[in-house]
């Protein structure tokens, strides 16, 4: 009865990871969109990247993140692109520094695990209007993973409805499902920024 209660509860937890990591941020799309098409006007020649980042960015969604696990690589390829399409997208209203440092082969990782903190200084950080600061820096050690995520709080968020903690209660019920006892998240908001320290230990 013990061991079927088990697999129960394990069950019921990859259904609401699936569910978790399904819950991409359909405001980016559509913005990633209307730039693309703004820059196809343009004739800009960021059409291309911008295409083919985006392609990328969905075809990783759609092929690899149903798996417990996936390339760690590939993981840290999905957040270029994410990062790539949003510096597309601003243009030169945020100042957006972004860094990685070790080796991310031969690493997996639970998808889509890192992507919440960073989306969330997106949501909150940038405003055309405001000085947007935002920078990432991911370290990867032999057995640890190092996420570190800072933003300068805007005063007036464009995305009504970006002003729910969504993606940070996302990120944090995805790190208790699939790493519990196995990471170390701090959060601190303070007036006029927001931070986010995250240890994550690697299979």
Same mark, same amino acid.
């Given at each position: 009865?013990?061991?079927?209660?088990? +697999?129960?509860?394990?069950?019921?937890?990859? &259904?609401?990871?699936?569910?978790? #990591?399904? +819950?991409?941020?359909? @405001?980016?799309?559509?913005?990633?969109?209307?730039?693309?098409?703004?820059?196809?006007?343009?004739?800009?020649?960021?059409?291309?990247?911008?295409?083919?980042?985006?392609? %990328?960015?969905?075809?990783?969604?759609?092929?690899?993140?149903?798996?417990?696990?996936?390339?760690?690589?590939?993981?840290? !390829?999905?957040?270029?692109?994410?990062?790539?399409?949003? #510096?597309?997208?601003?243009?030169?209203?945020?100042?957006?520094? *972004?860094?990685?440092? %070790?080796?991310?082969?031969?690493?997996?990782?639970?998808?889509?695990?890192?992507?919440?903190?960073?989306?969330?200084?997106? #949501? @909150?950080?940038?405003?055309?209007?405001?000085?947007?600061?935002?920078?990432? +820096?991911? &370290?990867?050690?032999?057995?640890?993973?190092?996420? !570190?995520?800072?933003?300068?709080?805007?005063? @007036?968020?464009?995305?009504?409805?970006?002003? &729910? %903690?969504?993606?940070?209660?996302?990120?944090?019920?995805?790190?208790?499902?699939? *790493?519990?006892?196995?990471?170390?998240?701090?959060?601190? &908001?303070? +007036? @006029?920024?927001?931070?986010?320290?995250?240890?994550?230990?690697?299979?």
């Amino acid at each position: 009865m013990k061991y079927k209660r088990q +697999q129960i509860q394990i069950v019921k937890n990859q &259904s609401e990871l699936s569910y978790l #990591k399904a +819950q991409i941020n359909p @405001h980016f799309l559509f913005n990633t969109l209307n730039s693309i098409y703004a820059l196809s006007i343009e004739r800009s020649n960021k059409t291309p990247e911008a295409i083919v980042r985006l392609s %990328g960015l969905m075809r990783y969604l759609f092929s690899d993140t149903s798996q417990k696990y996936a390339s760690l690589e590939k993981e840290i !390829n999905y957040i270029n692109s994410y990062i790539e399409l949003q #510096k597309i997208r601003l243009g030169n209203t945020a100042n957006i520094n *972004y860094m990685v440092n %070790g080796e991310i082969k031969n690493k997996v990782i639970a998808p889509l695990i890192l992507i919440p903190f960073i989306e969330n200084a997106f #949501k @909150h950080g940038v405003n055309p209007e405001e000085t947007s600061q935002i920078d990432i +820096q991911i &370290s990867i050690t032999e057995n640890n993973l190092y996420l !570190n995520v800072f933003n300068l709080k805007v005063d @007036h968020i464009i995305d009504e409805e970006s002003r &729910s %903690g969504y993606s940070i209660d996302n990120g944090q019920k995805q790190l208790r499902l699939a *790493y519990p006892d196995k990471h170390e998240l701090k959060i601190e &908001s303070k +007036q @006029h920024t927001f931070s986010v320290t995250l240890k994550l230990e690697l299979s």
